[in-house]
């Protein structure tokens, strides 16, 4: 694999994982609790789909073969697609949203101060502008989990649900494989690998503050990194590639 | 073909106003980053303020409208990450503005701040509804003194 190809896969595991996410957040548009969450969730959603588009088109440019980022977007199947299965995840109750986005925002907090330390100029500009946009993100699904963790009987029993199913999906934010390897040799990529132990520690000190119980670590479900998806992801891509598909190149 | 400088192009470009919040122009909130004559072309360069903010290619369809009616064709607009914009890149003049339109300005992020100042009566007695707004860059105040909702300005 030459350098090129990796930096390009790379990017669009990132990308994938923005838009993937952006998508599902922005489901709850209409639909939150209350107005001020329909709000909260929807711009986090939008910071998400600034940063792939940045992201896609950065890709576009390093692929050079001509594919736009709404090529990228569009006109990849399912198996194409390179996103971590916990962002395809149906949104399921509140808790449940809340959990992926404190999981996934407590990542990104770590994620993103490394990747803005990058040797490539536009990975470490992305990573310095979206980690002021992050910071808010993990505040509100933070204080969300407080919240409901050291509520009702009910909301503790839903919050702590949402741990459990979701715990087995967090261990593909860390992987890595022969992609990462010689980027992360080059300072482009960040070193996910590293960051577990203190993400795992972040995540504990979080939960037991939230009288909620961390579950053990164990048995990891992964797959989307390589394209292997569970089958959430088609259905989103068969509304996100909709208009696009039954009328190829249309413009306004 | 139409030369002028490229500091021309940029007083040209400094007065359009923020799609969201008109009071305040592109060049006051530091989205409008410079402009420069390369190979006969003018590059303009623009940041968001944050990065799905969807107010940018309402700026870049204005910029293109506006160096279209001066017969300005040569020129390319560039979106650029970094520096990460920051509203310590807001001078006082334009944080009045904000404030006399109704949306408290943000403090700069060296200082720490524990109370938002209500932008109708003044008071410091005030609480977060949301941390997140009507746009990305505001959050949303409630003022235990005068009751007005308003709109918080957020520092980054």
């Known amino acids: 694999m030459t350098k090129q190809e990796a930096?390009?896969?790379?990017?669009l595991r990132q990308a994938d994982n923005a838009l993937i996410l952006g998508h599902r957040l922005s489901e709850w548009s209409s639909n939150a609790p209350i107005l001020?969450?329909?709000?909260a969730l929807t711009n986090i959603a939008l910071?998400?789909?600034?940063?792939a588009q940045a992201l896609y088109k950065y890709a576009a440019e390093v692929e050079g073969t001509g594919r736009t980022e709404d090529d990228l977007v569009y006109k990849r199947a399912e198996r194409q697609y390179r996103n971590i299965l916990l962002v395809e995840l149906p949104n399921g109750d509140f808790a449940m949203t809340i959990a992926r986005q404190?999981?996934?925002?407590?990542?990104?907090?770590m994620f993103l101060e490394e990747l803005a330390k990058s040797k490539d100029e536009i990975l470490s500009g992305l990573g310095a502008k979206c980690i002021k946009e992050v910071k808010?993100?993990?505040r509100h699904s933070y204080d969300w989990l407080l919240r409901l963790g050291d509520g009702t009987d009910e909301s503790h029993a839903r919050m702590q649900t949402a741990v459990n199913e979701l715990?087995?999906?967090?261990?593909?934010m860390f992987e890595q494989d022969e992609v990462e390897k010689d980027l992360i040799q080059a300072n482009i990529a960040c070193d996910t690998s590293a960051l577990k132990e203190k993400w795992i520690a972040k995540v504990t000190n979080a939960l037991t503050e939230a009288t909620l119980t961390t579950p053990p670590i164990g048995y990891n479900q992964t797959g989307g990194r390589n394209g292997v998806h569970?089958?959430?992801?088609?259905f989103i891509l068969a509304e996100l590639q909709y208009l696009p598909r039954a009328y190829p190149d249309a413009t306004w | 073909m139409v030369m002028i400088t490229s500091e021309e192009v940029y007083s040209l470009l400094s007065v359009i106003p923020d799609p969201e919040i008109p009071v305040i122009t592109i060049d006051e909130l530091g989205i409008l980053r410079n402009v420069k004559l390369l190979d006969s072309s003018y590059q303009i360069t623009i940041t968001p303020t944050y990065s799905g903010c969807p107010a940018m290619q309402m700026i870049e369809n204005q910029i293109k409208e506006i160096l279209s009616s001066k017969g300005i064709e040569n020129f390319n607009i560039k979106t650029s990450y970094s520096p990460a914009w920051t509203t310590d890149w807001l001078s006082a003049e334009a944080k009045e503005k904000l404030r006399?339109?109704?949306?408290?300005?943000p403090h700069t992020t060296a200082e720490f701040v524990s109370f938002i100042q209500c932008p109708n009566c003044n008071s410091f007695n005030t609480e977060v509804i949301s941390e997140f707004g009507s746009t990305s860059c505001k959050a949303l105040y409630r003022c235990n003194d005068c009751k007005e909702a308003f709109d918080y300005f957020k520092s980054i």
């Open chain 1, 102 to 109: 404190f999981f996934i925002s407590t990542f990104e907090l």
């Open chain 1, 36 to 39: 001020e969450e329909d709000l």
């Open chain 1, 167 to 172: 715990w087995m999906y967090t261990g593909e």
């Open chain 1, 136 to 138: 808010y993100h993990w």
């Open chain 1, 7 to 11: 930096l390009f896969i790379y990017l």
């Open chain 1, 47 to 51: 910071d998400h789909l600034g940063r």
């Open chain 1, 230 to 234: 569970s089958e959430n992801l088609g």
């Open chain 2, 100 to 105: 006399k339109y109704g949306i408290s300005p």
